[in-house]
């Protein structure tokens, strides 16, 4: 059973750098026509797509609203999905899920993902 686990720092302050990395267990991250997203949820609000990368590790997707501050890719060697997130804002403040969807092709749809990992919580506050 594949299996999807979060980790990073929970805390920063704006403008600063902080990378989450996504751990995938019991299945590979090169497995063809599979897809790794990172999807946030601030508080009170509605999930948001954040970025995406395909199983190849070519095709990537970056949402508009981290587009240029953002940035995802992979560690084959240790079957990880990092989100890199540079000059952050309070408004990133979120739960950020990793989540595995059964595409060719990155998705920003989050119903496209059938499997998630509990989720780790950012905030970004001076």
């Known amino acids: 059973q594949v299996r999807l686990q979060e980790s990073g720092p929970g805390l920063v302050k704006p403008s600063q750098t902080l990378s989450l990395t996504c751990t995938v267990s019991?299945?590979?991250?090169?497995?063809?026509?599979?897809?790794w997203s990172w999807i946030r949820q601030p508080p009170g609000k509605e999930r948001e797509f954040v970025a995406a990368?395909?199983?190849?590790?070519?095709?990537?997707r970056i949402g508009d609203s981290v587009k240029g501050r953002f940035t995802i890719s992979r560690v084959t060697a240790t079957n990880t999905i990092t989100l890199h997130m540079d000059f952050l804002e309070p408004e990133d403040t979120a739960v950020y899920y990793c989540?595995?969807?059964?595409?060719?092709?990155?998705?920003?749809?989050?119903?496209?993902?059938?499997?998630w990992g509990q989720g780790t919580q950012v905030t970004v506050s001076s």
């Open positions: 989540a595995e969807a059964f595409r060719g092709s990155p998705s920003e749809d989050s119903e496209d993902y059938a499997l």
């Open positions: 990368i395909g199983w190849s590790g070519a095709s990537t």
């Open positions: 019991n299945g590979s991250i090169t497995r063809s026509s599979y897809t």
